[in-house]
């Protein structure tokens, strides 16, 4: 069984600040995505990584695949109020085509 | 876009009552999904389907069942609701399942 740990579980910062939110378990993924989810509406996919220490830009936001394919982290710059959601990691590993999510962090981003 | 549609928003129903939650896509996808979202749970996966009339369990299918008649339409059943089913339903499609297109959720009451 595929432990996936998340963190922080909550984050509470002001606009303008940076921040840094992990994904991590004791797995190798085959493929990540990060979602995020707005209060009352369904996740959304932000990217989807697929090889050792690849990195990707949206924008403001930094997502990192670690060279072992076993954690990823999404940095954001300058956060603005927008930004407030739940990001959920999604790893796929073992051969399965469906993705396990995590728990989630929790982010409010304040004016 | 895609677009996933769920019946309803919100629904709240009593203890026995047979449930149906109905979930519609319209991007001709192979693939649907039911999951159950609970605070410092995550999404869970109740079942899912690869094809029209089949249906595959997922991690906690117990109390749940789901009808797949055509390609676009993926009911979720609770045949006799329990106040424990009191959740976030989020049904999703996807084409190669890595990327999961979710509805707005209906959030389920039962007293």
């Known amino acids: 069984t595929q432990l996936l740990e998340q963190s922080p579980q909550f984050l509470s910062i002001q606009e303008g600040e940076n921040l840094t939110v992990y994904c991590n378990s004791s797995?190798?993924?085959?493929?990540l995505q990060w979602y995020r989810q707005e209060p009352g509406e369904g996740p959304v996919l932000l990217v989807t990584?697929?090889?050792?220490?690849e990195v990707k830009k949206l924008k403001r936001l930094t997502f990192q695949f670690g060279d072992a394919r076993k954690d990823s982290s999404l940095h954001i710059t300058a956060a603005q109020t927008g930004d407030t959601g739940l990001y959920l990691c999604?790893?796929?590993?073992?051969?399965?085509?469906?993705?396990?999510f995590g728990r989630g962090t929790s982010l409010i981003v304040h004016p | 876009d895609v677009k996933v549609t769920q019946s309803s928003r919100y629904l709240v129903k009593r203890t026995g009552e047979k449930v149906f939650l109905e979930c519609v896509q319209d991007?001709?996808?192979?693939?649907m999904f039911w999951y159950r979202q609970d605070p410092g749970l995550g999404l869970r996966l109740i079942y899912f389907?690869?094809?029209?009339?089949?249906?595959e369990k997922g991690d906690i299918p117990e109390g749940y069942s789901v009808s797949r008649e055509k390609k676009e339409r993926f009911s979720l059943i609770l045949e006799s609701a329990s106040t424990n089913q009191t959740s976030m339903y989020l049904c999703?499609?996807?084409?190669?399942?890595?990327?999961?297109?979710f509805g707005p959720g209906t959030r389920l009451t039962v007293l």
């Open positions: 999703a499609s996807s084409l190669d399942s890595l990327t999961q297109y």
């Open positions: 797995s190798v993924f085959s493929s």
């Open positions: 990584v697929v090889t050792g220490g």
């Open positions: 999604a790893p796929t590993s073992g051969g399965s085509y469906i993705p396990t």
């Open positions: 991007m001709d996808h192979e693939n």
């Open positions: 389907s690869y094809d029209v009339k089949m249906k």
